[in-house]
């Protein structure tokens, strides 16, 4: 079950003694409603709504008003994102949680462990990374004038182990190093986190453990094969992505002196939100440079799809604060949001906490988690990041949705425009400029996160282009 907190006012401490295991008690009278979340220590979380019909729309509008700020000490500093984020943990972790924010602090101010990383993002994962000019892919949206906008590609893609994972994967596997860690277990769903992780424990001599979902697996078997190669015991748990992540949480949490939990995503309790994002901020650092260097200015817009947010925030933090630049985010919208065969979070979902962090969730009217569905295994998650859900209500980031069919077609394109192949959790973003193309001016500048490569993927495409008979 998820904390469901629809349109409510938080009144009490963020830390759970037992997250996911309480009971959601409803009192129903005068068009309000007021939950208490009883949990197994018996604390209570108490939310309380407002009038219903009102509440939603004053806050939009205390958020509109706000204006928008994104200091780090004002928003960033407890890992709170407006409302969004916390540790909502049991005791036991505080403490564990707490020792690792700090030897993040120190690691982000040590020349030392910065110059060691900066080595290894060069000459182990091969950055930076090209800001790809797609002439085909341009050309190909121009409209009948020869009008459109110039489609650049950011190539995550051609990182060692196919996927931007690797920046943070590496990073934190020398944070667990570094703190005298002889384990590391992280969760996976496309596997491409799993295979840096194992790549990043192989080459720093730690033992790797990676939780991954039956479903995934036989989806995206040869990640599997790529993570025992690179040393890793791969532990299958029923179900897929946020069932591991589960498994992988429980299991750190029996062994917290020896282990170390490697997140691959912007969701969790804080600082593993932050610190994720933080290693794959040099996805915008980079954009920035080379935008500067290709056509003297900055990006129009970016592009990344979400499906808990690493790549989109990796992509978009460095611009936050450049107000002209829009920040668009891409959703799994799976058979369509009709259907509710989606993993589109922030499109459908509710406020509630759920793997010790608050967030938009898909959920039921009983706090029951939805299930996500995509064929973009990548993107099926339930929740999404704090720091995207916050930018989401401020209006500071856009998200709209793409279906696995576009998905499916804008793989295709790229692969027969720009001999490129991309995985089908990027071809969401892609798919989303036959939408967005025709909307903007000519000659705006577009990049596109081209987060991962196709090759788990391409069973997948090829066999739908064959049953659509387009091969």
């Known amino acids: 079950m998820a904390c469901k907190s629809t349109q409510s006012v938080f009144l009490g401490s963020d830390v759970c003694p037992a ?18 979340l009883v949990f197994d220590g018996g604390d209570t979380l108490i939310t309380e709504n407002m009038p219903v019909g009102t509440s939603s729309l004053i806050m939009r509008r205390s958020f509109a008003d706000r204006k928008f700020e994104t200091k780090e000490k004002e928003v960033l500093g407890n890992g709170k994102f407006g409302r969004y984020g916390g540790k909502f943990v049991p005791e036991t972790l505080i403490s564990c949680l707490t020792k690792l924010e700090a030897e993040f602090q120190l690691v982000l101010h040590d020349p030392h462990f910065q110059a060691e990383l900066a080595t290894a993002l060069r ?241 039921d009217d009983d706090g029951q988690i939805v299930g996500p569905h995509s064929v973009g295994v990548g993107l099926e998650y339930p929740g999404v990041s704090p720091e995207l859900s916050f930018l989401k209500d401020m209006g500071r980031a856009e998200f709209y949705t793409a279906t696995d069919s576009e998905a499916l077609d804008a793989s295709k394109l790229l692969c027969r425009m720009e001999g490129i192949f991309p995985s089908l959790e990027a071809s969401h973003a892609l798919a989303f400029l036959e939408k967005l193309s025709p909307t903007l001016p000519n000659g705006t500048k577009v990049v596109v996160n081209c987060s991962g490569r196709g090759d788990k993927d391409a069973a997948t495409v090829l066999f739908n282009s064959r049953k659509s008979n387009i091969f």
Not at 19 to 36: D, E, Q
Not at 246 to 265: F, I, P, Q, V
Not at 294 to 310: I, N, R
Request: proline residues 3%.
């Open 19 to 36: 997250p996911g295991h309480f009971t959601l008690k409803r009192k129903m009278g005068n068009s309000r409603v007021k939950c208490a």
């Open 123 to 363: 000459d182990y994962v091969g950055r930076e990374t090209p800001l790809y000019y797609a002439k085909r892919l341009t050309n190909h949206y121009k409209d009948k004038n020869g009008q459109g906008p110039e489609i650049y590609l950011k190539r995550e893609d051609l990182n060692h182990g196919g996927a931007h994972k690797i920046n943070n994967a590496i990073a934190q596997a020398m944070i667990a190093k570094r703190m005298g860690r002889k384990s590391v277990v992280a969760a996976t769903g496309a596997g491409q986190h799993g295979v840096a992780t194992a790549a990043a424990c192989a080459k720093l001599a730690l033992d790797c453990t990676i939780f991954m979902g039956t479903n995934d697996i036989e989806k995206q078997n040869s990640n599997v094969v790529l993570m025992e190669l690179l040393g890793a015991q791969v532990i299958s748990v029923d179900g897929n992505f946020k069932d591991a992540t589960s498994e992988a949480m429980r299991n750190w949490a029996g062994n917290l002196e020896n282990s170390y939990y490697l997140s691959g995503t912007v969701v969790g309790p804080h600082p593993c939100p932050t610190m994720v994002r933080e290693f794959q901020s040099i996805i915008g650092k980079e954009t920035r440079k080379q935008a500067m260097e290709m056509w003297g200015g900055k990006p129009d817009v970016l592009v990344a799809c979400v499906g808990s947010g690493s790549n989109a925030l990796g992509l978009f933090h460095e611009f936050v604060e450049d107000n002209e630049v829009r920040l668009i985010g891409v959703e799994a919208g799976g058979f369509g949001l009709e259907s509710r065969l989606h993993s589109a979070t922030l499109a459908k979902g509710e406020v509630g906490v759920y793997h010790g962090a608050m967030c938009y969730l898909l959920q």
